[in-house]
C-alpha cells in the first residue's frame, strides 16, 4: 500500500511559480513511477509529468514541456513539481499518482494509488 499526500498549492498571478510535493508512505517508494494530472473543472483529468522509478527519466505533456519540471528525492519518499511561468490555464486540481509500472504512462487507469489533490489557481 502508498499513500500520497500532496502539499503546495495556491493562488499565483500569471508568469508566476509553484513547487508542488508529494509525500508518499510506504517502504517501496523508490520501486513506483509517479505521475501529476491535474483536473481543472468541467474537464478530464490529464496527464502533466511522470518520472520513472527504474531511472528516474521524465516525460512531460506537450502543454507543460519546457516551463514544468518532476523530480524525485527517494530518501525523503517524495516527488516534486516545479512550475514556471504558470498561465490561466494551468488552473486545476492537481494529483500526483503511483503506478508499480516501470514505464511512465499517460493513461489514469494504469495508476494504482492517487492523493488527494492540491489546488492551483492561475490569475491572469
Known amino acids: 500500500q502508498v499513500q500520497l499526500v500532496e502539499s503546495g498549492g495556491g493562488v499565483v498571478q500569471a508568469g508566476g511559480s509553484l513547487r508542488l510535493s508529494c509525500a508518499a508512505s510506504g517502504r517501496t517508494f523508490s520501486r513506483y513511477t509517479m505521475g501529476w494530472f491535474r483536473q481543472a473543472p468541467g474537464k478530464e483529468r490529464e496527464f502533466v509529468a511522470g518520472?520513472?522509478?527504474?531511472?528516474?527519466?521524465?516525460y512531460y505533456a506537450d502543454s507543460v514541456k519546457g516551463r514544468f519540471t518532476i523530480s524525485r528525492d527517494n530518501a525523503k519518499n517524495t516527488v516534486f513539481l516545479q512550475m514556471n511561468s504558470l498561465k490561466p490555464e494551468d488552473t486545476a486540481v492537481y494529483y500526483c499518482?503511483?503506478?508499480?509500472?516501470?514505464?511512465?504512462?499517460?493513461?489514469?487507469?494504469?495508476?494504482?494509488?492517487w492523493g488527494q489533490g492540491t489546488q492551483v489557481t492561475v490569475s491572469s
Open positions: 518520472i520513472k522509478w527504474l531511472d528516474s527519466r521524465t
Open positions: 499518482a503511483a503506478t508499480a509500472k516501470v514505464v511512465v504512462t499517460p493513461i489514469r487507469s494504469n495508476y494504482d494509488y
